[in-house]
């Protein structure tokens, strides 16, 4: 109660003009704005369009050139590697190859922009707050929620990086290679590794250069796997508020207050209430309300599966690969191995199942919608209404779901699926 009341004293949700001045928004902005990622021409911000097509084709040309670099390191020193180091290299090359398909599916795409300017400045629960009281309630709980999650991913973005970079640099540290003379027997190691043009095994001033650029790859590369899962779960909330509110308007359905009766048709014969002429306008114009609000939700989440479908697809491939990896790495018990992949492991699992613990919330609270539907007083309405009706529950039967690519729907589910079947594997090479 304490952090409600200091969010919404330091962030009130009825002086705020529109949904950028949210700090869980401010966040997403900045980190997306780094990267280019942010759809600040189509909101209406200062962005010449000269400057997006640069700045995406340099992001572009450097996760290629990352993803080329690791891979031709890989096909050059495969003889010379170590177990650990070359599990260490597929890992890099797994994840900035997933880096690739969120610059190629998401900062290249119009239809990315388009999607994230409609959340914006359409779908946000901010320009729903003010239709009843219910709507007011479920858009500061999904406020709150966002304002919870947000700094957690952030700061979860923030270690991760920080201990994929430093790591490396301790065990130089305590090899005592920064020392004069400190690799004369030894290479310096590294966070990731490339073919570069100058020497950054053995020479100093090589390996602080590397560092550096390590370093900055790192952080556009965690830019892009955390920030953009970030902005994803936001839109999911706010559909799981959108249902919530849809759900909440058929629950509340105006009953019929007419004093002529009908036959009741669920099942016994009782008298109920009628509506009276005047209130069946109403009546049809309520239920257009609720049928107008679900298609523009199934229209939004439609959309969400067209674009994040492909970015979805590869992180489930990704999952599965180097979650069989991380582990079979573990597996060696080392404190060499274990200091350097457990957290990560851990990491990244967390985030597999934190987003498809997210994705279901929409699923299940869909699921509500054919009981709710079927609950509203259809039986006293005229014949006209009830075709309405039948047909509106004929379209909520199925729950609604973001697929992957249009094959898998993203969830608990898959994230089982995912997670057994990296075991199995694990089991199977640990075999043999």
């Known amino acids: 109660m304490r952090l409600k009341k200091f969010l919404f004293e330091n962030e009130s949700v009825d002086g705020i003009s529109s949904p950028s001045q949210y700090m869980y ?61 070359i599990g260490h290299m597929y890992i890099v090359i797994l994840m900035t190859a997933n880096d690739m398909s969120r610059v190629s599916t998401l900062t290249l795409s119009q239809k990315y922009r388009d999607l994230a300017k409609e959340f914006l400045t359409k779908i946000h629960l901010f320009y729903f707050k003010d239709h009843s009281p ?65 020497n950054s095994s053995t020479d100093f001033n090589g390996y602080v250069v590397a560092c550096i650029i390590h370093w900055l790859l ?37 009953k019929p207050s007419a004093e002529t009766h009908c036959e009741l048709e669920r099942g016994i014969n009782i008298n109920a209430e009628k509506y009276s002429k005047k209130e069946l306008v109403e009546v049809s114009q309520k239920l257009k309300e609720c049928i107008d609000y679900h298609r523009e939700i199934i229209q939004f989440t439609n959309a969400m599966s067209d674009v994040f479908g492909p970015m979805l697809f590869c992180y489930y491939v990704f999952h599965q690969a180097s979650g069989c990896l991380l582990l079979l790495e573990c597996s060696q018990m080392t404190a060499q191995a274990l200091i350097r992949f457990l957290p990560l492991t851990i990491i990244l699992t967390q985030q597999l199942i934190q987003l498809s613990v997210i994705f279901e919330l929409v699923g299940s609270e869909s699921e509500k919608l054919k009981d709710a539907v079927y609950g509203v007083p259809w039986e006293c309405m005229d014949a006209s209404n009830r075709k309405v009706v039948a047909f509106f529950l004929m379209n909520v039967q199925e729950p609604v779901h973001i697929k992957a690519l249009g094959i898998a729907n993203v969830g608990v589910t898959s994230m089982a699926t995912i997670l057994k079947t990296s075991l199995s594997y694990f089991t199977f090479l640990r075999s043999i």
């Open 25 to 85: 928004i401010k966040i997403v902005r900045f980190m997306l704005v780094v990267v280019g990622s942010w759809p600040r021409r189509e909101i209406g911000e200062p962005e010449p369009r000269y400057q997006t097509i640069i700045l995406n084709s340099f992001f572009f040309c450097v996760v290629n050139t990352a993803l080329f670099g690791s891979i031709s390191y890989v096909y050059i020193h495969t003889s010379e590697l170590s177990f650990l180091e």
């Open 134 to 198: 219910y709507a007011m309630l479920i858009h500061k709980k999904v406020h709150l929620i966002c304002h919870l999650i947000s700094p957690c991913l952030l700061l979860q973005m923030l270690t991760g990086l920080s201990l994929f970079n430093l790591i490396p640099m301790y065990m130089n540290y305590s090899s005592g290679r920064y020392a004069s003379g400190g690799t004369q027997n030894s290479t310096f190691e590294h966070s990731l590794y490339f073919s570069y043009p100058f």
């Open 218 to 254: 790192s952080y556009i590369c965690s830019i892009h796997l955390v920030m953009f899962d970030l902005l994803l779960s936001i839109m999911v909330f706010h559909l799981w508020g959108h249902f919530k509110i849809l759900i909440n308007s058929l629950n509340n359905f105006p």
